[in-house]
């Protein structure tokens, strides 16, 4: 095989991963409770997360490093991490910091596991896997109307077993609303044929439909930053969804392994006073078992899909945006690779 056909089966295995060098959500903050190590995947890895007394948050490597039984097995112990099978301790730096069973023990002030990242926001929990081209985390950029007072709005999140790259390609393609989730509440809407394009705008792209707006799913916009990216989207609403503007949606996707993602959506709306308040208790008691419905007939249909799907598709005109999508994943991953191959070598893969 020559150099060239190496290099693109190695990105194609790298995308197929995720990406590192990204700020990533891994879970709702709720289900991370004081004093209950709370066990995740990310990028294949094993990961486990602890909140201390004072609310700080700490991420090392799943693993002990005297057996490598779980961590997430463990107990929150004076603010560490301790393991249930020996009683080893480690901090938040993935230092060994007490092992009990062994008075004096020369493990103890050794860094024996890796430790990530991580911060809060929004109601979710988000770590920074770091990469040869970023090994220390940027800002986390997020949407600005995730902090807009005038806005509110419900996190949902749910594990689909699909690739996160399906989950992606979904989310750039608008004219699939009209057809897949034609019998739903707010997606009932609009014509069946169209044309689709492709803007730039400041941090990415937005594919919309050519000939229809304000309508239905109508467009998908995209931003890239350094260490993040999300993609955001807007539903008309009809009447009977309550006071408020459209509906917008804010989408990460977050690689857990090659045959799993983990989706997060912020369903928000522009809407304040006693009229924030109508518009939330609706939302709650009616709209959103209608929006998880729509969820589930993505997850379904991604799901039913092969793994290698991709080796016999046959794109036409309104996959532009999936083929945009694919574009910077595999420009992304190349630039990863090369800088790990500038720095001594390519991480296993």
């Known amino acids: 095989m020559s150099a060239a056909n190496d290099m693109k089966a190695l990105i194609e295995r790298r995308v197929n991963r995720g990406l590192r060098g990204h700020w990533y959500p891994v879970c709702r903050s709720a289900e991370l409770g004081e004093g209950l190590p709370h066990g995740v995947r990310l990028l294949g890895e094993r990961l486990v997360l602890w909140r201390d007394a004072a609310g700080r948050l700490s991420c090392v490597e799943d693993f002990c490093p005297h057996r490598g039984a779980p961590l997430s097995q463990g107990e929150v112990f004076e603010g560490n991490i301790a393991c249930r099978y020996h009683g080893v301790v480690v901090d938040r730096d993935g230092v060994i910091v007490r092992v009990p069973a062994m008075p004096e023990c020369a493990l103890e002030g050794r860094r024996a596991v890796a430790a990530y990242p991580v911060t809060e926001t929004a109601g979710a929990v988000f770590v920074y896997m770091p990469s040869a081209e970023r090994p220390e985390p940027p800002a986390l950029t997020l949407p600005a109307v995730m902090s807009d007072p005038e806005w509110t709005g419900f996190l949902c999140s749910a ?15 608008p004219m699939h609303g009209c057809y897949l989730h034609a019998q739903s509440f707010t997606l009932a809407y609009g014509s069946k044929q169209d044309l689709m394009r492709i803007e730039r705008t400041e941090h990415g792209f937005r594919v919309e439909r050519v000939s229809q707006k304000d309508a239905n799913f109508d467009w998908t916009e995209f931003e890239f930053h350094p260490g993040s990216m999300f993609c955001f989207l807007e539903i008309p609403y009809p009447p009977a969804a309550g006071p408020g503007g459209p509906f917008r949606i804010i989408g990460f996707v977050t690689p857990i392994d090659e045959r799993s993602t983990r989706v997060f959506f912020w369903r928000m709306r522009r809407v304040q006073g006693l009229a924030r308040e109508s518009w939330r208790f609706l939302y709650r008691a009616r709209l959103e078992k209608n929006h998880w419905e729509v969820l589930e007939q993505d997850r379904v249909m991604l799901e039913g899909m092969p793994d290698d799907a991709r080796r016999r598709e046959m794109l036409y005109q309104h996959d532009i945006g999936v083929s945009r999508i694919r574009q ?18 390519v991480a296993a893969e």
């Open 159 to 173: 594990v689909w077993n699909t690739n996160y790259r399906y989950a992606l390609d979904n989310l750039a393609d």
């Open 328 to 345: 910077i994943l595999t420009r992304a991953a190349r630039a990863e690779i090369e800088a790990e191959q500038a720095a001594g070598g």
